[in-house]
């Protein structure tokens, strides 16, 4: 009789917490993000003019094409994989890094024509810690300003403005580093024409 009066209270408990915690609370907050927030709580998705999504601006994809910007280099399963976010937990000294490294540094310079002595901004050529970072530095968007422009027919200008347009600063003045969503920049260029 004592044990079923200490488990009734537990049991209501139980249940009380769970709706509580389980259900209530994950509803309202779903509910004020997406009332506050829609584009995050929604993924932060850019669609087409068709209604189509192209992306996300929190998720890098790859860009093959040489008219497009290229984003970081993935470590994520087989690239561009958000279902296996990972950096490629490489040390510095790890020989593998830098042929890796080294590699890309000469594909780089290739891909977008430069001299064999033309310094390479460090994304291009090193994976992000999650393996799908979405910017790249200004640095990184002009060395292929030309690449992009001529696969497009455009002046190099014209590419660059869009760079220049795209570009944000630091977060509240002190926070990051200046950088350009490859997406946003990308799909600004598709609808350049």
Not at 1 to 26: D, K
Not at 78 to 96: C, E, F, I, R
Request: aromatic content about 4%.
């Amino acid at each position: 009789m004592q044990l079923m009066r200490q488990i009734r209270p537990a049991l209501v408990l139980l249940f009380v917490v769970t709706v509580g915690t389980g259900l209530i609370y994950p509803l309202a907050i779903t509910g004020i993000a997406q009332v506050v927030f829609p584009s995050q709580a929604n993924g932060s998705l850019v669609l087409r003019d068709d209604g189509s999504v192209a992306g996300s601006t929190l998720i890098g994809q790859n860009f093959a094409d040489p008219k497009y910007f290229h984003p970081r280099p993935s470590a994520a399963g087989d690239g561009y994989d958000a279902g296996a976010s990972s950096g490629s937990n490489l040390g510095p000294t790890n020989q593998k890094l830098i042929a890796a490294v080294t590699d890309r540094v000469a594909a780089y310079r290739t891909e977008n024509g430069l001299a064999a002595d033309t310094p390479v901004p460090a994304d291009a050529v090193t994976t992000s810690a999650s393996g799908l970072d979405p910017e790249i530095t200004p640095a990184n968007a002009y060395l292929q300003v030309n690449r992009v422009a001529t696969a497009r027919k455009l002046q190099p200008q014209q590419v660059r403005d869009v760079v220049d347009r795209l570009t944000e600063g630091r977060t509240l003045g002190v926070l990051g580093e200046p950088r350009v969503n490859v997406l946003k920049l990308n799909l600004a260029l598709d609808g350049a024409r």
